[in-house]
């Protein structure tokens, strides 16, 4: 075969002899050079450090936007949710107005104070930026904060319009049963000796219901040394009740009871000789005479 070269811009002109052989072996060396430069050149191994940097950085930012994105939706949901128990709370705090006769135009649950403005109530929309949450979090902190103080105020509007009405103290804290020990000095059931008896005595059958004889808070419900199993029902004003020796207490700490409401089962637990309920007055958290108290008529 005859080939030409081009050299200084002159053509040069040569043949060779190549045997089938050796012409196979020229053409498939090429072939190899040709497939070793393509792989250099195309390989991701062999890529330069900064073109694999730049793919390495995408992938955690596409991580974190779709993080950040899951994060925002999360947070509208619950502002959504939390301004919900905002509404309801509204709902609540105006339906208890009403119970303690407040007018509508003096005691808005739904206004903001004046430095506040009204609650936006409206849905909050899920492409919100992370500064519109802020907006909305502190919006209903401010709010929550003022609901709390509103329900304060009513709740102690409607324990005073409550106790005005309800916790006036009359009555015998049992339904059936008779008055077995009086208040005052006493020969103590298990000495012999005199001794001071704080309280009355209503005996009756065991298991028997024990009544409040007002409306209030119950402010202990537990075993008390001497007493067994006691009750203990503040009624604002200085006034409480004890109601002891119960077999069963059916009211725990914090519970509103109402006037007449069962709060134990009769009992004989404690420093006591057979199932009754020992009853005490306190005005001041001291003991005073229930007697008067036990006979007065109910308060209409």
Same mark, same amino acid.
């Given at each position: 075969?005859?080939?030409?070269?081009?050299?200084?811009?002159?053509?040069?002109?040569?043949?060779?002899?190549?045997?089938?052989?050796?012409?196979?072996?020229?053409?498939?060396?090429?072939?190899?050079?040709?497939? *070793?430069?393509?792989?250099? @050149?195309? !390989?991701?191994?062999?890529?330069?450090?900064?073109? +694999?940097?730049?793919? #390495? $950085?995408?992938?955690?930012?596409?991580?974190?936007?779709?993080?950040?994105?899951?994060?925002?939706?999360?947070?509208?949901?619950?502002?959504?949710?939390?301004?919900?128990?905002?509404?309801?709370?509204?709902?609540?705090?105006?339906?208890?107005?009403?119970?303690?006769?407040?007018?509508?135009?003096?005691?808005?649950?739904?206004?903001?104070?004046?430095?506040?403005?009204? *609650?936006?109530?409206?849905? @909050?929309? !899920?492409?919100?930026?992370?500064?519109?949450?802020? +907006?909305?979090?502190? #919006? $209903?902190?401010?709010?929550?904060?003022?609901?709390?103080?509103?329900?304060?105020?009513?709740?102690?509007?409607?324990?005073?319009?409550?106790?005005?009405?309800?916790?006036?103290?009359?009555?015998?804290?049992?339904?059936?049963?008779?008055?077995?020990?009086?208040?005052?000095?006493?020969?103590?059931?298990?000495?012999?000796?005199?001794?001071?008896?704080?309280?009355?005595?209503?005996?009756?059958?065991?298991?028997?219901?024990?009544?409040?004889?007002?409306?209030?808070?119950?402010?202990?419900?537990?075993?008390?040394?001497?007493?067994?199993?006691?009750?203990?029902?503040?009624?604002?004003?200085?006034?409480?009740?004890?109601?002891?020796?119960?077999?069963?207490?059916?009211?725990?700490?914090?519970?509103?009871?109402?006037?007449?409401?069962?709060?134990?089962?009769?009992?004989?637990?404690?420093?006591?000789?057979?199932?009754?309920?020992?009853?005490?007055?306190?005005?001041?958290?001291?003991?005073?005479?229930?007697?008067?108290?036990?006979?007065?008529?109910?308060?209409?």
């Amino acid at each position: 075969m005859s080939l030409t070269l081009i050299y200084r811009g002159q053509n040069v002109r040569f043949s060779m002899k190549l045997s089938k052989p050796r012409w196979l072996a020229i053409v498939g060396g090429f072939a190899v050079v040709s497939g *070793l430069v393509m792989h250099s @050149v195309l !390989s991701p191994e062999e890529m330069p450090a900064h073109l +694999q940097t730049n793919q #390495d $950085l995408v992938k955690p930012k596409q991580q974190n936007d779709s993080y950040r994105n899951e994060q925002v939706v999360a947070l509208t949901a619950k502002i959504a949710e939390l301004q919900s128990h905002v509404a309801r709370l509204n709902a609540l705090g105006e339906r208890l107005a009403e119970e303690v006769d407040i007018p509508k135009d003096e005691f808005k649950m739904a206004t903001m104070p004046s430095s506040g403005g009204p *609650l936006q109530t409206q849905a @909050v929309q !899920s492409h919100l930026s992370y500064s519109d949450l802020d +907006q909305h979090i502190s #919006d $209903l902190s401010l709010s929550l904060d003022h609901k709390e103080n509103q329900l304060k105020l009513l709740e102690s509007l409607a324990l005073g319009h409550h106790i005005e009405n309800t916790s006036y103290l009359s009555g015998r804290p049992i339904g059936k049963g008779w008055l077995s020990s009086y208040y005052g000095v006493r020969k103590d059931p298990f000495t012999g000796k005199p001794a001071m008896h704080k309280g009355v005595d209503f005996a009756g059958k065991e298991n028997a219901e024990v009544f409040a004889t007002g409306s209030g808070v119950v402010s202990f419900s537990g075993e008390k040394y001497g007493y067994g199993n006691m009750v203990e029902i503040d009624h604002g004003n200085g006034y409480k009740t004890r109601y002891a020796h119960n077999k069963l207490n059916l009211v725990t700490l914090g519970d509103v009871v109402s006037k007449g409401q069962p709060v134990a089962r009769m009992g004989s637990t404690g420093r006591s000789t057979g199932p009754h309920v020992h009853y005490e007055i306190l005005r001041n958290d001291k003991q005073i005479n229930p007697a008067k108290y036990v006979y007065r008529k109910p308060k209409t």
